[in-house]
């Protein structure tokens, strides 16, 4: 008797669990590629070429006091015949000097690059998962994942958000201007 109604539990749990199941909405998962928001939304190619045109002024400096330097060694190479000991060892140090400082202002500029371009692909990423986050709530996704951070190996292009996400986002920002 106790076993038979164990058995009917379990088969009374197993029928109930297979009607919820049943009765439960289809998952729908949607998939992002932040890199393409990047690359193809107006605020991405705007932060894109903000970042290039740092990255130019910063190397056209860094060129600028590579070749002062250069040009430092070239005279103390043509002078040394005719230099003193003690002037050419100051021309050496000079140049040590320049090289030590140039080297610091490469770490610093490197720095502050990537700071910058940290800190508006951030920005670029806030907007951009809040904007999925309200399409997955309009179109009823149950889940969106980044294709790339997620290691997304495939999916069916039908759920793939990104192209309507850069039209929003573009329509949402100011003319894809970044502050």
Excluded: W
């Excluded at 590579?66 to 103390?76: G, T």
């Excluded at 040394?80 to 500029?109: C, H, P, S, T, W």
């Excluded at 999916?155 to 309507?164: A, W």
């Amino acid at each position: 008797m106790h076993r038979l109604t164990a058995i009917g539990v379990c088969l009374l749990f197993l029928a109930l669990f297979a009607a919820g199941a049943l009765a439960a909405e289809p998952i729908k998962i949607g998939i992002l590629d932040f890199q393409m928001v990047l690359q193809k939304s107006r605020a991405g190619m705007a932060a894109q070429e903000k970042i290039n045109e740092a990255g130019k002024k910063m190397e056209a400096e860094l060129k600028s006091r590579k070749d002062a330097i250069h040009e430092k060694r070239k005279d103390l190479e043509r002078e040394a015949l005719v230099m003193g000991k003690e002037a050419r060892e100051e021309k050496e140090r000079e140049i040590r000097i320049l090289i030590n400082d140039f080297k610091v202002l490469q770490q610093k500029y490197a720095g502050e690059f990537k700071a910058q371009e940290q800190s508006l692909i951030r920005k670029i990423q806030e907007e951009a998962f809040a904007l999925a986050e309200k399409i997955g709530q309009e179109q009823g996704f149950s889940i969106i994942l980044e294709k790339r951070e997620s290691a997304v190996i495939y999916h069916d292009p039908r759920y793939n958000i990104t192209q309507e996400l850069i039209l929003r986002y573009d329509q949402t920002t100011s003319a894809g201007k970044t502050e």
